[in-house]
């Protein structure tokens, strides 16, 4: 005689603690993967940008006869330095001068060149306004890499600051153009 017995397994639909682990587990390496990827992808971005080197310092000027008539001017003057494999097309030095922003382009010494090759270096001059007192915040380096991407940077800390950053820190600067309707 045959007998048939019917066997019932139960399964927990929830999986059990080694399969829950195990996906844990998955999830995790997969977001340590990725994190390892784009921090991987922003240091090669930035390799290039970190070659080029910027140093500023602040100098003064005095002109007049007597002690009367001296005046004073102060500047900032910027140094750059491109240490990198490929040239920097362009590099300034900005500022806010109380009522507008103002740029001095940064030019390779003994040349007009405005192209920093590797090794070049330049300067860059940019006059303090005497009425109100020195803001450091108010300046910002601004260059482009090889690739044409354009990083900014604060002077005298080499600090890079996003584009978000850098309309947040100079929103009291010049309003933008608005367009006006042709008919």
């Known amino acids: 005689m045959l007998h048939l017995q019917t066997i019932y397994v139960i399964t927990d639909p929830w999986g059990s603690i080694a399969e829950w682990v195990a996906g844990i587990g998955t999830v995790g390496t997969l977001i340590v993967t990725l994190a390892i990827v784009l921090g991987d992808r922003r240091k ?4 290039e940008a970190d070659s080029f080197t910027t140093w500023s310092e602040l100098s003064q000027s005095r002109s007049g006869r007597s002690r009367e008539e001296m005046t004073t001017k102060w500047y900032v003057n910027t140094t750059f330095y491109n240490a990198g494999g490929r040239p920097i097309p362009y590099a300034a030095l900005s ?3 109380g009522d507008r922003w103002n740029r001095s382009m940064a030019t390779v010494n003994m040349t007009s060149s405005y192209v920093f090759a590797t090794g070049d270096s330049g300067s860059a001059q ?6 109100k007192p020195l ?5 910002f380096i601004t260059f482009r890499d090889g690739s044409n991407r354009t990083w900014y940077r604060t002077p005298f800390d080499n600090a890079y600051i996003s584009p978000r950053k850098v309309k947040r820190l100079f929103k009291h600067g010049p309003k933008p153009i608005k367009k006006v309707k042709q008919r």
């Open 44 to 47: 090669q971005t930035r390799s």
């Open 95 to 97: 500022w806010w001068d």
């Open 126 to 131: 940019s006059p303090m306004n005497p009425r």
């Open 135 to 139: 803001d450091w915040n108010e300046f």
